[in-house]
T-cell receptor
């Protein structure tokens, strides 16, 4: 693995179903983030984790949950999907150590909820 | 509240220069990032400004004025591959990025 990976690449899901989006990074970054991106809107932060074992709520956390059991993995779970959760989901990570705390993004998961 | 304002779309000609402006209001400030995002792809880091002034990196430069809540991204010698969306993202007092909707840049031959 090089960088940050997400799975699945895309998914069509029936409303009411549970879904977990996976995110793994091999850069040993402290912080990880989940965003959703919708047409005409900026990236919106769903949840974040500043370090393994801690998580925090972003701008749009309702309907989503996360866990950070270790440094590398940061899964996002939709407990009961609704059509408004149709979006492109990006996972990102950052070092939080250097002078420039740039975020590195995974390739994204395109989710459609019907 | 927190707010980012940048043009929705701009058009420029191959070989020319274009300036993409961004104004922002955030709760605290810890620098401003510019990202590039090609259609269907993830954002990638372009530049970071934390002090006032111009940062130059090859064909791309970024400027910041903290007192005016203003930044711009300057792209020189435009190439067709520069057709993408450009995202302005200041970092607030909680070290979270606040993302603008992005400026879609269309390059014409």
């Amino acid at each position: 693995i090089a960088g940050i990976t997400q799975a699945p690449t895309s998914q069509i899901l029936a409303a009411g179903r549970r879904m977990t989006l996976r995110c793994t990074q091999d850069m040993r970054h402290n912080a990880m983030y989940w965003y959703r991106q919708d047409l005409g809107l900026g990236l919106r932060l769903i949840h974040y984790s500043n370090t393994a074992g801690t998580t925090g709520k972003g701008e749009v956390p309702d309907g989503y949950s996360v866990s950070r059991a270790n440094t590398d993995d940061f899964p996002l779970t939709l407990a009961s999907a609704v059509p408004s959760q149709t979006s492109v989901y990006f996972c990102a990570s950052s070092d939080r150590q250097g002078s420039v705390d740039e975020q590195f993004f995974g390739p994204g998961t395109r989710l459609t909820v019907l | 509240g927190q707010n980012i304002d940048q043009p929705t779309e701009m058009t420029a000609t191959e070989g020319a220069i274009v300036q993409i402006n961004c104004t922002y209001q955030t709760s605290g400030f810890n620098g401003l990032f510019w990202y590039q995002q090609h259609a269907g792809e993830a954002p990638t880091f372009l530049s970071y400004n934390v002090l006032d002034g111009l940062e130059e990196k090859g064909r791309f430069s970024s400027f910041l004025s903290r007192s005016k809540g203003y930044s711009y991204l300057l792209l020189k010698e435009l190439q067709m591959k520069d057709s993408a969306s450009y995202l302005c993202a200041p970092m607030d007092s909680n070290y979270q990025l606040i993302w603008g909707a992005g400026t879609k840049l269309i390059i014409k031959p």
